[in-house]
């Protein structure tokens, strides 16, 4: 009788007492970790690549600035990747690290104050820093190793009188030319949704919001729970802001109209002889992933257009906002924090040799023949995005000047 | 039976002391005209030699070195190469002489050489000299690390080269770091190498209004050039490469300690930015092996000097990166592999540093790594006035 009163009571107890028991100590999760449900590139990684340490004298003391220029066929098809990557080291002391990368060959870059040397899959740096050092390097890599890292894809496909017009080729004919460009950052990331703990919540988001203000890393990302996970699937991507042109040889084209999709814009209608047309737009990679131009009008003589299209990550949209309820705040904060380390995967196209430091990456797609150099000039299109749409603007100027032609043939 | 000659030598060695084969490792130096760097050379290759072991899947690897005497003779090392082709040497540990011409023989044979001192632009080359490798400050680094050190002082340097071949490479090195400063440059000056007296240059140089002298030349010039100064009572401040920690300097000038005084070279640094322990280490075996190196000159308060071994820990190095590359190839079978994988292995350096070679680059040594020391009481300490010797730390050369 007692015991049964004991185990009845013990029974009661427990019952009664293990719920606050979990209440007191909720459990502790980390909000998806980067780099266990993004995929692993870019950075470009090559298998062999591996390296030295950076030294901790180093942490915090590097910035990584890149530009990627990729060559592109006529078709958009990348033929070329070469990569500029400048690293500022700002400490006193001796330097050696790697930078993994799929390398043909590796040159020094404008500005460097060390040559960089070279190895299988690797850029190596070496030397000695006295407080300041710039080393700045020219890497050609292997396309086939690198293209599908690259966060944009571009079709161009160009028809004069009906028939495709390739490499070389020069026609007269009815011209439709279709341009598109797709953003390739995004990917489906494992996450979870649940009730959080509101405070763990805030810090939390706050070290994100300061991250990203930092341009550095976001660390400490763990909070409590006070309900069980549930699985779900984010869709992560970048924005990337695109800005351009495209180029027919003066006087061989002219331009009737212009048709994009989705925005479906009439160009004027303009009947134009000579013509670039001006691309500035934002593709949030969710949205809108992707754009397309036809244009339409009539070829004298045209060869296939010129394309340079410079692209940098955008803002990240911040979808957190106070009133939201708990797990909408949750699944906005893993958003935020998912799109931000995609973002950052991009800005840093080659591995800076300190991964959770300041890195920037500028891609400039340019149309240029399969082993032609692609030379590190400077971007075209430059300046400001004005708009969050995108505006084409056919500019019709020039027209029968031959001076332009001139140079434009020898560029 | 050529075909057995040639299994004999890509083999690189003999059957010795049980398990495994020893690889002969070639030291070519001079060590009957200028026996400190030849011994310091063979020293530094023989120390890493007896401590590698390389296991591979064509078996166990050892080492040994045998000694060539160039005699500081191009000729002479071109035979001394032939030979160690035949010997069936693995690899050329080489101070420089006649490299030139010894490069091809060991090119044809697949063999690298490693360069351990001279520094001479064109020595090295990693697209028409595949084989080629250097451990050792390169004249250019040098050059232009003390143009980099001395302009900025605002002295007008006079430039005095001697006419042996190491003095005509360090005057082109100088020609090439002064050019775009040649406001600097008081007077440019040759003179004869182991010449008896040498007033009348150095009275050329003062009269050229120096306000100091930069001397390129053998240990032997930088002391008569030292004494021609102190002895007419010019205090001018006196700059050297890496020959004037050469004992030779000190021993020649023994008589008048003071004179030595001030005196400052540029060199590699004997020591890395971890500290000077993995040096201290390496300095250690080396005396344990080989015993202290005198000096031959005391300090002010009578004890004996003793030099480092700091040229010796880049034969060391350049036989550990060796034996690393052998790992890497699996062996030295074959030999095109074995050269190619020089270019992609790096091992830690007597000084602590990482050493080695690349696709882009055969110099093992970059040119940020060139400090200076200024010597007092016949014993020298990195300058304090440049970024990269003031982080170093004093190598005791005391007993």
Redesign the interface.
């Known amino acids: 009788m007692t015991k049964r009163l004991l185990v009845t009571i013990g029974a009661a107890f427990v019952v009664a007492v293990a719920p606050q028991a979990a209440a007191a100590q909720p459990p502790v999760v980390s909000l998806p970790w980067p780099p266990a449900v993004l995929p692993g590139t870019p950075p470009l990684a090559p298998s062999t690549a591996g390296g030295f340490p950076l030294s901790p004298l180093f942490i915090g003391k590097l910035t990584c600035r890149e530009r990627v220029v990729v060559g592109l066929d006529d078709d958009g098809t990348p033929n070329a990747v070469r990569v500029l990557q400048t690293i500022v080291v700002n400490q006193l002391g001796n330097y050696v690290f790697a930078v993994p990368a799929p390398v043909r060959s590796v040159l020094p870059g404008p500005g460097t104050e060390s040559s960089p040397g070279r190895r299988q899959n690797q850029i190596l740096w070496q030397g000695f820093s006295p407080g300041r050092r710039v080393l700045a390097a020219w890497a050609d890599l292997r396309p086939d190793e690198s293209v599908d890292a690259l966060p944009l894809r571009v079709r161009v496909a160009t028809e004069v009188a009906g028939s495709p017009l390739g490499p070389g080729d020069k026609r007269s004919g009815d011209l439709q030319l279709t341009l598109t460009v797709e953003n390739a950052t995004l990917v489906t990331a494992k996450s979870f949704t649940a009730e959080p703990h509101p405070v763990d919540l805030a810090v939390v988001l706050g070290r994100i919001r300061s991250a990203i203000r930092r341009d550095v890393y976001a660390e400490g990302l763990n909070i409590r729970l006070l309900s069980s996970t549930t699985p779900v699937k984010a869709r992560v991507a970048v924005p990337l802001r695109v800005e351009g042109t495209l180029r027919f040889a003066p006087g061989t084209v002219q331009l009737g109209t212009a048709t994009f999709d989705p925005d479906r814009v009439q160009l004027g209608g303009a009947r134009v002889r000579d013509g670039v047309v001006r691309i500035s737009s934002l593709l949030d990679g969710v949205q809108r992933s992707r754009f397309r131009i036809v244009l339409r009008g009539g070829a004298t003589n045209a060869s296939t257009p010129k394309l340079e299209l410079r692209v940098r990550t955008g803002e990240i949209p911040d979808p957190v906002v106070a009133s939201q309820d708990p797990r909408t705040r949750l699944a906005g904060t893993i958003a935020l924090e998912l799109a931000y380390a995609r973002k950052r995967q991009f800005d840093m196209f080659l591995a800076s040799p300190e991964q959770v430091g300041p890195s920037s990456t500028t891609y400039v797609y340019r149309t240029a023949a399969a082993g032609a150099p692609v030379t590190p000039g400077a971007s075209s299109g430059g300046g400001e995005d004005h708009t969050l749409g995108w505006i084409v603007l056919g500019l019709l100027l020039v027209a029968g000047v031959p001076a332009a032609a001139v140079m434009w043939a020898h560029s | 039976m050529t075909a057995l000659c040639l299994l004999a030598t890509a083999c690189g060695g003999d059957k010795s002391k049980g398990e495994g084969k020893t690889l002969l490792i070639a030291v070519n130096a001079p060590f009957s005209r200028t026996p400190y760097v030849g011994e310091t050379i063979a020293d530094g290759a023989g120390l890493a030699a007896a401590n590698a072991v390389v296991k591979t899947k064509e078996g166990t690897y050892r080492f040994r070195i045998k000694r060539y005497d160039t005699g500081l003779s191009a000729s002479t090392a071109v035979t001394n190469v032939r030979h160690a082709v035949a010997d069936g040497a693995v690899a050329i540990v080489d101070e420089g002489t006649g490299i030139n011409a010894t490069w091809r023989i060991a090119a044809d044979a697949e063999r690298p050489i490693g360069i351990t001192y001279q520094g001479g632009i064109g020595l090295v080359d990693p697209v028409k000299r595949p084989n080629v490798f250097r451990i050792a400050p390169t004249d250019h680094g040098t050059a232009f690390r003390l143009a980099e050190y001395l302009i900025p002082k605002g002295l007008r340097i006079g430039l005095v080269a001697d006419d042996s071949s190491y003095g005509q490479e360090g005057q082109k090195a100088l020609r090439q770091a002064f050019a775009s400063n040649t406001d600097s440059v008081a007077i440019s000056l040759t003179v004869p190498a182991g010449a008896p007296d040498l007033a009348p240059e150095v009275l050329r140089a003062r009269r050229a209004d120096a306000t100091a002298l930069l001397v390129w030349a053998e240990p032997t010039t930088i002391a008569g050039v030292i004494a021609a100064a102190r002895g007419s009572g010019w205090s001018v401040p006196v700059y050297t490469p890496a020959a004037g920690e050469d004992p030779l300097v000190r021993q020649q000038l023994a008589n008048h300690p003071d004179w030595v005084d001030g005196l400052t070279f540029a060199a590699g640094r004997p020591t890395?930015?971890v500290g000077p322990a993995p040096f201290l280490t390496f300095q250690q075996d080396y005396e344990q092996r080989f015993g202290v190196q005198l000096v031959g000159v005391k300090t002010p308060d009578g004890a004996q000097v003793v030099q480092p071994p700091d040229y010796a820990m880049y034969s060391y190095d350049f036989v550990n990166v060796l034996a690393a590359a052998i790992q890497r190839a699996g062996g030295v079978k074959d030999r095109a592999k074995l050269l190619a994988a020089m270019?992609?292995v790096?091992v830690l350096g007597a000084n602590g540093?990482?050493r080695g070679f690349?696709?882009?680059?055969h110099e093992g040594v970059?040119?940020?790594?060139v400090y200076f020391a200024r010597f007092e009481g016949m014993t020298y300490a990195p300058v304090k006035d440049d970024?990269?010797s003031a982080?170093l730390a004093v190598i005791e050369q005391r007993r």
Not at chain 2, 358 to 361: H, I, M, R
Not at chain 2, 366 to 369: Q, S
């Open positions: 890395a930015e270019n992609q790096s540093d990482q690349n696709e882009n680059n970059v040119d940020d790594d970024p990269l982080t």
